[in-house]
């Protein structure tokens, strides 16, 4: 009986022309998935970065548009019941409110933006697939 690893024994009795293209085949494979787990990635970090711009986009689309036009309506109603000039502050504040809700709501879809973490770390390990480990001593 041997004590050589089916690797060994594979080595010992393979062509370094076929352990080369075994090598460059793998290699290639591995590279074509990570490229895939990229794409993957990035596309769902583009996803989730899009949702969170157009929730900002909207909020400050929606605070301009909400300050410009109800603030006139509420401030002239508002200046029949306390006067002009407080009505023009309680107004101002409900809409500072508001915008600040969507905000908040917007800033924290973009936090869970991740980016590529996954192919990062499987990349990080490619480099050690070429140093001597116990099995290629």
Same mark, same amino acid.
């Given at each position: 009986?041997? #004590?050589?690893?089916?690797?060994?024994?594979?080595?010992?009795?393979?062509?370094? +022309?076929?352990?080369? =293209?075994?090598?460059?085949? #793998?290699?290639?494979?591995?590279?074509?998935?990570?490229? $895939?787990?990229?794409?993957?990635?990035?596309?769902e970090t583009a996803t989730t970065t899009a949702k969170g711009a157009g929730l900002?986009?909207?909020?400050?689309? $929606?605070? $301009?548009?909400?300050?410009?036009?109800?603030?006139? @309506?509420?401030? @002239? +109603?508002?200046?029949?019941?306390? =006067?002009?000039?407080?009505?023009?502050?309680?107004?101002?504040?409900?809409?500072?409110?508001?915008?600040?809700?969507?905000?908040?709501?917007?800033?924290?879809?973009?936090?869970?933006?991740?980016? @590529?973490?996954?192919?990062?770390?499987?990349?990080?390990?490619?480099?050690?697939?070429?140093?001597?480990?116990?099995?290629?001593?």
């Amino acid at each position: 009986m041997s #004590d050589q690893t089916p690797s060994e024994q594979r080595a010992a009795t393979a062509s370094l +022309g076929e352990l080369l =293209g075994e090598v460059t085949r #793998d290699l290639s494979t591995l590279m074509r998935q990570e490229v $895939a787990l990229a794409k993957a990635e990035l596309k769902e970090t583009a996803t989730t970065t899009a949702k969170g711009a157009g929730l900002l986009g909207g909020a400050g689309y $929606a605070a $301009a548009m909400a300050v410009l036009f109800l603030s006139i @309506a509420a401030w @002239a +109603g508002l200046a029949n019941l306390i =006067g002009g000039g407080w009505s023009g502050l309680v107004v101002a504040v409900v809409w500072a409110i508001i915008a600040a809700v969507l905000y908040s709501v917007g800033r924290k879809q973009m936090k869970q933006v991740k980016g @590529a973490p996954q192919t990062v770390e499987t990349l990080e390990e490619i480099p050690q697939a070429f140093k001597r480990n116990k099995e290629n001593r």
